[in-house]
């Protein structure tokens, strides 16, 4: 583990300094942390949607590199936070009703995200086991290929658990 977080300094210093491959590697290291994270918080957004929030978490990871200072943390974490909050913002402005000046003024509210995570809870509370399952294992941004493999059920009895759960939860959050 200590020469992958060694070879990453490299590569963003290398990066620093203009140097193109080493920013692909570090993109290719991390893209599937920006999957992960648009996974999680764009589960019911369409696939264009997705895609958009994709190019923004690369986009967010490359100002992640030039914004690292080994001084203040790992570049990781870093990476997470600026991926996750650039898709905070992307969908506020992209799906806000709202006019931008009020869009700008909400602060974040404690009690609507414990609230939040309690209805989530509850919604989970509606799957069947192998729903669960899935629902866990999505979250945690695999596959429904590698869903269907650790399951130990067939690609379609998953894919179809994943269209139940979205269609429930469409239905439910409403």
Same mark, same amino acid.
């Given at each position: 583990?200590?020469?992958?977080?060694?070879?990453?300094? !490299?590569?963003? @210093? *290398?990066?620093?300094?203009?140097?193109?491959?080493?920013?692909?590697? +570090?993109? =290719?290291?991390? &893209?599937?942390?920006?999957?992960?994270?648009?996974?999680?918080?764009?589960?019911?957004?369409?696939?264009?949607?997705?895609?958009?929030?994709?190019?923004?978490?690369?986009?967010?990871?490359?100002?992640?590199?030039?914004?690292?200072?080994?001084?203040?943390?790992?570049?990781?974490?870093?990476?997470?936070?600026?991926?996750?909050?650039?898709?905070?913002?992307?969908?506020?402005? !992209?799906?806000? @009703? *709202?006019?931008?000046?009020?869009?700008?003024?909400?602060?974040?509210? +404690?009690? =609507?995200?414990? &609230?939040?995570?309690?209805?989530?809870?509850?919604?989970?509370?509606?799957?069947?086991?192998?729903?669960?399952?899935?629902?866990?294992?999505?979250?945690?941004?695999?596959?429904?290929?590698?869903?269907?493999?650790?399951?130990?059920?067939?690609?379609?009895?998953?894919?179809?658990?994943?269209?139940?759960?979205?269609?429930?939860?469409?239905?439910?959050?409403?």
């Amino acid at each position: 583990m200590e020469s992958t977080t060694d070879d990453i300094k !490299k590569l963003i @210093e *290398k990066a620093k300094k203009g140097d193109r491959d080493a920013q692909e590697k +570090i993109l =290719e290291n991390y &893209a599937s942390l920006v999957k992960k994270v648009v996974r999680y918080y764009g589960i019911f957004l369409s696939r264009e949607d997705r895609e958009d929030l994709f190019i923004e978490g690369l986009l967010a990871l490359v100002r992640s590199i030039n914004a690292y200072d080994e001084s203040k943390g790992n570049f990781e974490d870093l990476a997470f936070i600026t991926i996750r909050n650039t898709i905070f913002d992307y969908l506020k402005t !992209k799906h806000s @009703e *709202k006019p931008f000046d009020d869009a700008y003024e909400d602060k974040f509210d +404690i009690e =609507e995200y414990v &609230a939040l995570k309690a209805s989530i809870k509850d919604f989970q509370e509606t799957l069947s086991p192998l729903e669960k399952r899935v629902f866990d294992l999505y979250m945690e941004g695999r596959k429904i290929s590698e869903i269907a493999e650790i399951t130990g059920r067939s690609y379609k009895s998953c894919d179809n658990a994943m269209q139940r759960i979205k269609k429930r939860a469409r239905d439910f959050f409403k």
